[in-house]
């Protein structure tokens, strides 16, 4: 900065403030300060320690995250579950990773689930229950959706527990009816995917019929918005990058939530063309300058996500995790579905301690990771790739952190100005 001062970020504790000179002075000289003499001084320090700016010496920051970590992983109180009522779809997307197929759950299935979670609620080792749905296209099977939280619902009331769900749609069938119905079952938010604007989504996404699907999903997105909140999540590889400034302001101005995500080949059944593909590196640069865009014209920081600490990184590495297929068997990952080798149990018959949930709950970050001053806000990336032995990359959204912090920085500023004064260190 111009008069010296400097940002502070901290990765851990997620504080990012202003240090003056006299705040800079104390923090480099702090083991031969042996007594601070002016109040302005003692709240620097105070403020410093407060913040995980100075921690005791007897504290390993990296035991403290691990330590962190596992309990979160086998003492959450939260019954996650991802239901995928159908693997059917009525679109095509070349980079779907499932293996499609005329598939549906049905009742039998359906009533082993809320057996399931009845006796997870039973068991009183749950307070929260987090229902999402997938698919497929999961509004395919609205019938048993609604089927199965309505019991939820009750299950919950009766042993009053907390319920909260939410569903990935691709947003054609997504008509304001069905809004209506999602909103009746608690469904407190939606994600709608996108892969650009008219022209270049109609090539992309076609509906199976041959139709186009731009107009159905937007209209869809519009007439819905008021009922239940929708984020529309725009896959990106280098084939539709143009465009994103005109996607993201029709969003803007209708109050619609916007976001932009790599395409990736993530299993042998997604056929999309890897040369076609982002890296982690590039697509962090490309997804920061659309955020960097998007505050310029609306200047809303709202979009941008902050970077935070994750103790997990990832729900599957949760011991009351799990992905449901439409046939009740269990997962850890959404991207294992149709590969029964890989499945951790049955709805039916419960879960079992072996094979691929051992790896899953006792698969621990790549050792070089633990150097990395921004660990705290990664923790190793997708757990998945290290357990399939592919070579990881550090997620996008980490690699720009810096660039987002100022802008975090230059909307602060500005909301400031008035008085030019901004808190220090």
């Known amino acids: 900065m111009e008069n010296k001062d400097i940002l502070l970020y901290n990765s851990l504790s997620g504080a990012f403030g202003i240090m003056n000179d006299k705040g800079r002075h104390i923090y480099e000289n702090i083991e031969n300060i042996k007594e601070l003499n002016t109040e302005d001084e003692i709240n620097?320090?105070?403020?410093?320690?407060?913040?995980?700016?100075?921690?005791?010496?007897?504290?390993?920051?990296?035991?403290?995250?691990?330590?962190?970590?596992?309990?979160?992983?086998?003492?959450?109180?939260?019954?996650?579950?991802?239901?995928?009522?159908?693997?059917?779809?009525?679109?095509?997307?070349?980079?779907?990773?499932?293996?499609?197929?005329?598939?549906?759950?049905?009742?039998?299935?359906?009533?082993?689930?809320?057996?399931?979670?009845?006796?997870?609620?039973?068991?009183?080792?749950?307070?929260?229950?987090?229902?999402?749905?997938?698919?497929g296209e999961p509004l395919l099977s609205i019938d048993i959706i609604s089927y199965i939280l309505n019991k939820i619902i009750d299950l919950c009331k009766k042993f009053k527990k907390s319920y909260n769900a939410s569903i990935v749609t691709n947003g054609t069938l997504l008509d304001r009816e069905t809004a209506k119905i999602l909103y009746d079952l608690k469904i407190t938010r939606a994600q709608v995917t996108l892969d650009g604007t008219?022209?270049?989504?109609?090539?992309?996404?076609?509906?199976?019929?041959?139709?186009?699907?731009?107009?159905?999903?937007?209209?869809?997105?519009?007439?819905?918005?008021?009922?239940?909140?929708?984020?529309?999540?725009?896959?990106?590889?280098?084939n539709n990058i143009t465009g994103m400034d005109e996607l993201y302001n029709f969003f803007f101005r209708n109050d619609i939530n916007f976001y932009i995500a790599p395409i990736e080949k993530q299993t042998d059944a997604c056929s999309v063309n890897t040369d076609k593909c982002f890296s982690y590196k590039d697509f962090s640069t490309i997804e920061f300058d659309v955020l960097r865009q998007m505050y310029t014209n609306n200047k809303n920081i709202d979009n941008i996500s902050y970077p935070s600490v994750k103790f997990l990184p990832c729900s599957a590495l949760s011991s009351k995790s799990y992905v449901i297929d439409p046939y009740g068997n269990l997962y850890k990952c959404w991207c294992e579905i149709g590969d029964k080798n890989k499945a951790v149990g049955t709805i039916k018959d419960g879960?079992?301690?072996k094979g691929n949930l051992i790896k899953w709950l006792s698969i621990e970050h790549d050792k070089k990771c633990n150097q990395c001053k921004l660990f705290p806000i990664c923790l190793g990336g997708c757990h998945l790739k290290a357990i399939e032995g592919k070579e990881l990359e550090c997620p996008y959204d980490v690699i720009n952190f810096r660039d987002k912090l100022e802008l975090y920085y230059e909307d602060y500023a500005n909301k400031n100005r008035i008085n030019d004064k901004i808190n220090t260190i």
């Open 351 to 353: 879960i079992e301690l």
């Open 198 to 238: 008219k022209e270049v989504n109609n090539n992309r996404r076609r509906l199976k019929n041959g139709s186009d699907s731009f107009e159905i999903i937007t209209s869809n997105i519009i007439n819905c918005a008021d009922i239940i909140p929708i984020t529309v999540r725009c896959n990106i590889d280098k």
């Open 44 to 135: 620097i320090l105070n403020c410093m320690k407060s913040n995980g700016f100075l921690v005791e010496q007897d504290i390993d920051e990296r035991l403290l995250i691990k330590t962190l970590k596992n309990f979160q992983r086998f003492s959450s109180e939260t019954l996650g579950l991802a239901i995928v009522p159908t693997l059917d779809c009525n679109m095509a997307c070349p980079y779907c990773y499932e293996k499609k197929g005329d598939i549906y759950m049905t009742i039998r299935v359906a009533d082993d689930i809320i057996k399931f979670i009845e006796e997870y609620l039973c068991s009183n080792t749950i307070d929260n229950i987090h229902i999402s749905w997938y698919g």
